[in-house]
């Protein structure tokens, strides 16, 4: 059990090629920012079997029995496509699922993209099965899109709009009704991309996260009013929900060789600084 990890609590880690009879990336643990792809078992739990999965990306997992990408457990902000299951949940089976992407994933009798368990603030869409293509015997979708349109508070039937699908780009277009159409979990403050929620996707003045595991970009919000787009804010590393941070020039000096001069700001890890000269 566990071809990759068993009990295990994983962070930033690939899981690849592993093989085993119940979750054949993870059994039982938790794993978050961390990539699932190409695992094989022959019964539940392609990529993880009762784990919990915080924004990962699960693809290209297969199950023969069920959950093709998850059995059991629970997924927040998690992309999960391209897998299959022999029985039932092409994606998911039986499993709690918040703020996540379903798509392209199939099973051979019922859920393509998901069966059973509980949804809200995702987007199930373009799975494949016998019966139920999308979802089928879930206890709750909420504020969710998928298609038929599931009843239940807030959510769409309408094509999601993804960015490039073909080209496994699963972001949300400006113009999609999944932006800022979730409903608001304070506990949860980042998208896959670790970007901020919730942003003004659709740049009407009103920030509200989007429904998926990514937060759409509005070229020209300031979510925060701070005077620096979205966009800018993300680039630099500063966050575009919080007004009192942002990108500023602290001081410009004069050396002591008097030719030059010494610019100085507040730097974040993970970014690259460069500066160009124009006389």
């Not at 393509?112 to 995702?122: E, F, L, P, Q």
């Not at 494949?128 to 298609?147: D, E, H, K, R, V």
């Amino acid at each position: 059990q566990g071809g990759g990890a068993n009990s295990a609590n994983l962070s930033n880690c690939i899981v690849s090629a592993n093989s085993a009879t119940l979750g054949g990336g993870i059994m039982l643990g938790s794993a978050s920012q961390c990539h699932f792809s190409r695992n094989a078992l022959t019964n539940s739990g392609g990529a993880a079997n009762f784990a919990a999965l915080t924004n990962c990306v699960v693809s290209t997992n297969t199950a023969g029995q069920n959950g093709g990408g998850i059995a059991a457990g629970s997924a927040v902000g998690s992309l999960i496509v391209r897998n299959g299951a022999g029985v039932f949940g092409g994606g998911t089976w039986s499993a709690n699922i918040v703020y996540c992407t379903i798509a392209d994933n199939a099973a051979t009798n019922e859920g393509g993209g998901v069966w059973g368990g509980s949804v809200t603030n995702s987007i199930i869409y373009f799975n494949t099965a016998s019966g139920g293509a999308n979802y089928t015997n879930t206890t709750a979708i909420l504020y969710s899109c998928s298609s038929p349109q599931p009843p239940g508070a807030g959510n769409r039937g309408t094509d999601p709009l993804f960015v490039n699908r073909a080209g496994g780009n699963y972001r949300i277009n400006t113009g999609s009704f999944c932006v800022d159409s979730a409903t608001n979990i304070p506990a949860i403050l980042f998208d896959l991309d670790g970007v901020p929620r919730a942003l003004d996707g659709n740049f009407n003045g009103v920030p509200g996260p989007d429904m998926g595991a990514y937060e759409t970009i509005h070229a020209s919000a300031d979510t925060d009013l701070d005077g620096q787009k979205d966009a800018d804010e993300v680039v630099a590393g500063t966050s575009p929900t919080n007004a009192a941070e942002f990108f500023e020039i602290a001081a410009i000096s004069a050396t002591n060789s008097g030719t030059a001069v010494a610019v100085s700001w507040k730097s974040v890890p993970g970014r690259m600084y460069g500066m160009e000269q124009n006389t």
